[in-house]
């Protein structure tokens, strides 16, 4: 059984877009907090609205501004809490 081969639609709409990093502040000595520099790099994927089937059995998870992100690379694990 062959399936459908998504990479191609993926790299038909992907776009390059930018990704804030923010890295976990830290404490120094004296017990204050340091915040640490957010890091910026350019990714690319498809940026797509969320599907209006999927908006009416969400119950409310979903809204119109949502959008849904498909790439072809994977996302390190720095960037789970982006």
């Known amino acids: 059984m062959q399936y459908f081969n998504f990479s191609r639609l993926i790299r038909k709409y992907s ?6 990093l923010k890295a976990e502040g830290t404490y120094d000595d004296l017990g204050e ?3 640490p520099e957010s890091s910026v790099i350019s990714m690319t994927g498809a940026i797509l609205s969320v ?3 999927k908006l009416r059995q969400s119950d409310g998870e979903y809204t119109e501004k949502d959008k849904v992100l498909y790439m072809l690379t ?3 694990n720095a960037m ?3």
């Open 33 to 35: 907090r340091v915040t």
């Open 74 to 76: 994977p996302i390190d």
């Open 51 to 53: 599907r209006d089937s």
């Open 15 to 20: 776009r390059q877009f930018t990704c804030e």
């Open 80 to 82: 789970l809490g982006a």
